[in-house]
């Protein structure tokens, strides 16, 4: 099993930044990537941001340039940049190990115009 716990979320004008962090505990070795996704009001989940356990890290197209993630297969951070109102959502850290695929309980962000 893996636990994840993910925070940093909060309320923030367009343009501003924020930083999102998401830490890992239990069957770590086991984790191959991590990543980031969010679901706003109404949408479907979607993904954000990927890292690797070899650091290879790739975005969706609407936070490229924008946002960043970095860190490990123990806890990585999502530094958000430039944000939008398009942005408010729940944003969820996840694992996926070889045992199976693991989720944060979910932070919100909220980018007010």
């Known amino acids: 099993q893996v636990q994840l716990v993910d925070s940093g979320g909060g309320l923030v004008q367009a343009g501003g930044s924020l930083r999102l962090s998401c830490a890992a505990s239990?069957?770590?070795?086991?984790?191959?990537?991590m990543a980031w996704y969010r679901q706003a009001p109404g949408e479907q989940r979607e993904l954000v941001a990927r890292l690797t356990r070899d650091g290879t890290t790739n975005y969706a197209d609407s936070v490229k340039g924008r946002f960043t993630i970095s860190g490990d297969m123990t806890k990585n951070t999502l530094y958000l940049n430039s944000l939008k109102p398009e942005d408010t959502a729940i944003y969820y850290c996840?694992?996926?190990?070889?045992?199976?695929?693991?989720w944060g309980q979910g932070t919100q962000v909220t980018v007010s115009s």
């Open positions: 239990g069957r770590i070795f086991t984790i191959s990537s």
């Open positions: 996840n694992a996926f190990a070889a045992q199976g695929s693991y």
